[in-house]
């Protein structure tokens, strides 16, 4: 396979979770050796529901260095704040002047967040369009997310084929890259519910910060049901079968396997040996988060990810002015 551009993003708001890792993170990593790969904090998306600057500044520095702690290389894959590269909010707006108000509307993360609330911010509805110009900036072929994304990356495809229907072949069109196991990891009380950081419970995720006393007390207390066989049956074990898939990719054995070694054993047992399976699988990323915080190479890092980003997303950005008919840029 020739080499594709790769694209993805994660919010900097709260701590990142298992679900981010096993969803998103583990494909980044696996995907940033054979193709062009820019990984970014969208702090722009972050600020659609109300952020405290000084947690924003935190959570941006800390979600940059999970990215490192999790094994991307910043000299293979480009790692930057969406902030530092202008052209996604310029971008973003184009986009959303293509958007209708009928496609946004329908989009279910918009409907969930704004459930309820009183005061829905512009930006948490068109959010999408944003995350469209995030994508195509970088003439994206392929886009490594959670399941939960797969209908964000559609909209794309949409607004990507409609501009290039009326104002000629300008961007590719991407397709998303989603995990065949734990595409939507499940929250540990509710195994209807994503996992997810907005979660007030924080018993309901493993943070990947978390310490191993905080993962082993949250599997124990993990939900299962009134059976006791370790069967992968996610319609009506739903909460087993995602225990089953945390365990499948914190440790590399397929469903089967684990199905075959816990034949006959009962939750408690299958419980105990998953929590060590997290604590190994996140003890390598915690240690070299550390290193990396107290290192002060982030600065850098997203200094020189901002600037290979910024020549691709200028480039992409020019074009599309050009095609939409706006003046050339003014020269002194
Ligand atoms: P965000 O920040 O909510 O989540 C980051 C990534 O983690 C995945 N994910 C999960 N995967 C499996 N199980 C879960 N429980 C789980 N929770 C989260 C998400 O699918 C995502 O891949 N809109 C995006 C951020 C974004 C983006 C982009 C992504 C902005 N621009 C451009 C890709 C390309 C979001 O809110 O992700």
């Not at 299962?224 to 069967?231: A, P, S």
């Not at 396997?257 to 915690?286: H, N, R």
């Not at 020189?304 to 840029?329: H, I, Y």
Request: with cysteine.
């Amino acid at each position: 396979m020739s080499k594709l551009r790769v694209l993805s993003g994660i919010q900097p708001s709260g701590k990142l979770t298992l679900g981010n890792y096993i969803g998103a993170m583990k494909n980044f990593v696996a995907l940033q050796h054979e193709h062009e790969c820019f990984f970014m904090v969208v702090d722009l998306h972050a600020v659609t529901v109300p952020q405290e600057p000084e947690a924003l500044r935190e959570q941006s520095e800390a979600v940059a260095a999970l990215f490192v702690a999790a094994g991307l290389d910043p000299a293979q894959a480009s790692i930057f704040m969406q902030s530092h590269v202008p052209a996604h909010a310029e971008l973003g707006w184009l986009m959303t002047t293509l958007s209708y108000m009928g496609e946004l509307e329908r989009m279910t993360q918009f409907k969930d967040k704004s459930e309820g609330k009183e005061a829905i911010g512009a930006g948490l509805f068109v959010y999408p369009s944003l995350m469209a110009a995030d994508i195509l900036l970088y003439n994206t072929n392929l886009v490594p997310v959670g399941d939960d994304q797969k209908q964000h990356l559609e909209l794309t495809r949409d607004l990507a084929g409609r501009f290039n229907y009326r104002f000629g072949e300008t961007f590719v069109i991407p397709e998303p890259f989603i995990p065949k196991v734990g595409a939507r990891i499940m929250s540990l009380d509710d195994g209807t519910k994503k996992m997810s950081k907005s979660n007030p419970n924080a018993g309901s995720y493993i943070a990947l910060l978390d310490t191993p006393e905080d993962i082993r007390k949250k599997i124990s207390r993990a939900k299962t049901d009134l059976g006791r066989e370790i069967v992968f049956d996610v319609q009506n074990k739903p909460e087993v079968s995602n225990l089953m898939s945390i365990y499948a990719k914190c440790s590399g054995q397929t469903i089967e396997q684990i199905q075959a070694a816990y034949d006959g054993q009962g939750y408690g047992a299958f419980k105990k040996d998953l929590a060590e399976v997290v604590v190994s699988a996140l003890e390598p990323l915690q240690k070299k988060y550390n290193a990396i915080r107290s290192s002060g190479e982030i600065g850098k890092i997203l200094r020189d990810g901002a600037e290979r980003a910024n020549v691709v997303a200028e480039q992409t950005l020019a074009k599309v002015k050009e095609a939409m008919g706006f003046l050339p840029p003014l020269r002194r």
